[in-house]
């Protein structure tokens, strides 16, 4: 049973970094694992997704450059390191794994994934 559970959520200025961490996932054996945001009164957006065994990793354009998404498969940790925060970073992080091995396309989508943990709340300060 995969049961995924996020820490490392907090605020942070404007700039700084945070690294969030999810556990859970040490009964997959395939299939992909991401980091999904909500902020206050919009739709969830894919951030960052991650292979399960290749270890290959795609971001949405919103965080290129500044996400990095990794995985210590021996510690069965998902770590999410936010660099450079931004105020539009500020949302509800949830840490997420599909259920199948199915190749997935090029892209963070929301909807392919099939276990989701509770989230962790970050908040980007001015």
């Known amino acids: 049973q995969v049961q995924l559970a996020e820490s490392g959520g907090g605020s942070v200025q404007a700039g700084g970094t945070l690294r969030l961490s999810c556990t859970g996932s040490?009964?997959?054996?395939?299939?992909?694992m991401a980091w999904i945001r909500q902020a206050p009164g919009k739709e969830r957006e894919g951030v960052a997704r991650i292979g399960y065994n290749s270890g290959t990793a795609i971001y949405s354009d919103s965080v290129k450059g500044r996400f990095v998404i990794s995985r210590d498969k021996p510690k069965d940790i998902l770590y999410l390191q936010i660099n450079n925060a931004e105020s539009e970073d500020t949302a509800m992080y949830y840490c997420a794994a599909t259920r199948g091995c199915d190749l997935l396309p090029n892209d963070v989508r929301p909807s392919d994934f099939y276990y989701w943990g509770q989230g962790t709340q970050v908040t980007v300060l001015p």
């Open positions: 040490q009964a997959m054996r395939c299939g992909y």
